[in-house]
Every structure is written in structure tokens, then in C-alpha cells.
């Protein structure tokens, strides 16, 4: 009972440190949490997340792919692998990663707006 506590309270502080854009502090928070709690998620996305928005991006992948390595139905990692490489510019790999998610709940608004706007764009590209 006292790890769950300890838990949310470490979740609580790193989604505030997140929501205040204190990116540096939730990387260096976000690193020891995902060593001591390999199992909570949210330690990798707002890790992951955090990378991403100094423009960290490969790193970002690397944590978001140890997550999956560990939650690999985890609808959150897989549309945060999507995000992730859309903004590294491989729109195939994050395709994948959106219609994975889709493919364990089809009903995910978040994998299937990003979808749809990647088809989107690229269909664009291709009647220009």
C-alpha cells in the first residue's frame, strides 16, 4: 500500500512538473522513477514527452521503445511511438504505431485524429 501511495504522489509531481513546462526537472525526475518503477507508464510518457519538447527526439524514441518493451498493448505508448517519429519525419513508422493502438481500441480519438491528419498531409503532397 505504501509503494501505491508513493506512486501517485511521484505521478502527481512529475504531471505538474510536465504542465509547467519544466521539462529539464521531469527528465531527470522521469529517469530515476522509470528505473525504480518499470512498470508505471506514465514515468516513460512524460519522460519521453519531456525529451521530445527540447527537442530530444531520438532519446525520447529510445524510452518510448523501452516502455513498449514492457507494455506492449499500452495504448498511450503506442500513440506516444507515433507522435515521436511523425516529428522525426517517418510518417510510415508512425502509422504503424497509431494503427497498432487503433488495432487494441478502435474507439482511441488521440491515434485516430493523428492518423487521419497524416493521411491528410500526405495526400496533399501527392495532388500538388
Known sequence: ??????????????????????????????????????DQVIFYNATS?????????????????????????????????GLISSKLNDNKLSREYYNQALSINNNFVESLIKLLSIMYHYSIKIFK
Open 49 to 81: 514527452l519531456s525529451l521530445s519538447a527540447l527537442g530530444k527526439d531520438d532519446e525520447a524514441l529510445l524510452i518510448m521503445k523501452d516502455a513498449l518493451s514492457n507494455h506492449p498493448k499500452n495504448i498511450h505508448v503506442l500513440n506516444n511511438l
Open 1 to 38: 500500500m505504501k509503494n501505491i501511495d508513493l506512486i501517485k504522489k511521484q505521478a502527481e509531481i512529475i504531471v505538474n512538473l510536465y504542465n509547467t513546462n519544466k521539462f529539464a526537472e521531469v527528465i531527470h525526475k522521469g529517469k530515476i522513477l522509470i528505473k525504480k518503477f518499470p
